[in-house]
């Protein structure tokens, strides 16, 4: 199946890319839930550092299974080694922290916002400019941020101790869109299969010393049915084939196309979140995240009505 997501059309229209990738955002919404309550029962650094395990392994066993092998480029191992410790090692690091310590909406409603620093490190690395109406979309994205942070109306106080989660999930999702713009040259010369298993697998062994005392300390017997589901959930479909389909986007359609999907993983985080957490958002935290996807769509997408109305104006 995974093999088969590699080989598909180039996408004119929407089609298998597009469907594949509503798969991975649906995978990823319900592990926002899922992670929280393996969290009850799992340390955050044991947790992540089984699941990382976990994942490499069913990525390198897919990967002898297809032959495909583990040779890449020379010029490209250096590459992998970073890319593998920001994307997994660092961004990990942010994720399961900032999710302890936050709720699984809000940790979705801050990750809707990586188009916005996959468009800003694109167009620092001069790959894409930014129209005006894009930055503005970039300030009104931080905006949603800050009500997404306040909860409700008058409550906002800069602390560290109920603040950190929403920032560790924020710096994340700068970790993740470096890994994700500079995968896009790589994925020309390597497969999408072969460079998550081998970024994954830097990225897990790298990130194993911060967990090795939490995984050793962990009362195996004690941990739960459901919390041990939830691991193998959270590794085998948010990071294992998730990874691998994101990756195959970013190939086939390019950094942006891909990032915008994460627009709509908040949507069913917070419904699976509601079902499964019995979380509710306040109405200005539904506010900021309304004012965050305005934010991206105008930074992504929106700044084109600009450019054709000036096209309109300048061609009377």
């Known amino acids: 199946m995974l093999y088969f997501s590699f080989h598909m059309e180039e996408p004119k229209k929407f089609g298998g ?44 066993i897919i990967l002898l299974i297809s032959r495909e092998g583990f040779s890449i480029p020379r010029s490209d191992l250096w590459k992998i080694f970073v890319l593998g410790l920001i994307g997994n090692t ?120 911060f967990s090795a005392k939490d995984i050793m300390q962990l009362g195996w017997n004690e941990v739960s049915f459901q919390a041990w589901a939830a691991l193998v959930y959270s590794g085998l479909f948010a990071i294992a084939i998730s990874y691998v389909i994101w990756y195959a986007s970013v190939k086939r359609v390019g950094n942006s196309k891909t990032a915008i999907y994460g627009n709509i993983t908040p949507v069913f985080a917070v419904i699976s979140a509601y079902i499964f957490l019995s979380e509710k958002l306040t109405l200005l935290q539904i506010m900021g995240a309304l004012i965050i996807f305005a934010g991206v769509y105008l930074t992504r997408s929106g700044y084109r009505f600009f450019l054709k109305t000036t096209k309109t104006t300048g061609s009377d």
């Open 17 to 60: 890319t597009d469907v594949f990738m509503l798969v991975a955002v649906l995978l990823w919404a319900v592990n926002f839930s899922f992670v929280k309550i393996a969290l009850r029962e799992f340390s955050p650094l044991g947790f992540n550092g089984i699941r990382l395990l976990f994942a490499s392994i069913i990525l390198i």
């Open 90 to 209: 660092i961004f990990q690091l942010f994720f399961i922290h900032g999710l302890n310590w936050t709720t699984a909406s809000n940790t979705s409603l801050v990750m809707a916002m990586t188009p916005v620093f996959v468009a800003l490190l694109s167009t620092s690395l001069k790959h894409e400019k930014i129209h005006w109406a894009g930055w503005l979309g970039i300030l009104i994205s931080f905006i949603g941020f800050y009500f997404v942070m306040t909860k409700q109306a008058g409550t906002f106080r800069f602390e560290w101790q109920s603040l950190r989660g929403d920032f560790l999930i924020l710096a994340g999702n700068i970790s993740w869109a470096i890994y994700t713009v500079f995968s896009k040259p790589l994925l020309q010369r390597i497969p999408p299969l072969k460079f998550t298993t081998l970024t994954l697998a830097v990225g897990t062994f790298f990130y194993l010393p």
